[in-house]
């Protein structure tokens, strides 16, 4: 059964930043070829892709909404990624979920959330004007 434990959601004004990191917890995650982690946020009944990295190329992708702003990264054990979020806007306000699938494009593109087959428990993220 894989599993996704995350961290580092709070509170912070606007224009601060805030780090979330997501561990699989998985036997032999990172054996796999070609993993993908990803970040969503909650957007009324559906999440919406923010970040994706291919935990074996580092290779990534973001939503137009965050660029330029967030960075998604991974350690060098390929079993933890990161998501740096600087200039926080009230907008970013959300809970976060980290989301794995074990085969993906060597250079990812950020897909549907049924894409994914293993979720966290979700991090909540509140910025306030």
């Known amino acids: 059964q894989g599993q996704l434990a995350e961290s580092g959601g709070g509170s912070v004004q606007a224009g601060g930043s805030l780090r979330l990191s997501c561990t699989a917890t998985?036997?032999?995650?990172?054996?796999?070829?070609?993993?993908?982690m990803a970040w969503f946020r909650q957007d009324s009944d559906k999440r919406e892709g923010v970040a994706v990295i291919?935990?074996?190329?580092?290779?990534?992708d973001y939503a137009d909404s965050v660029k330029g702003r967030f960075t998604i990264s991974r350690d060098t054990a390929r079993t933890t990624v990161f998501l740096q979020m600087d200039g926080l806007k009230p907008e970013d306000t959300s809970k976060y979920y980290c989301?794995?699938?074990?085969?993906?494009?060597?250079?990812?593109?950020?897909?549907?959330?049924?894409?994914?087959?293993?979720w966290g428990q979700g991090t909540q993220v509140t910025v306030s004007a």
């Open positions: 989301a794995a699938m074990l085969s993906c494009d060597w250079s990812p593109r950020l897909r549907a959330e049924y894409e994914y087959l293993y």
């Open positions: 291919n935990t074996r190329s580092g290779s990534a």
């Open positions: 998985f036997d032999h995650f990172r054996t796999y070829t070609s993993p993908c």
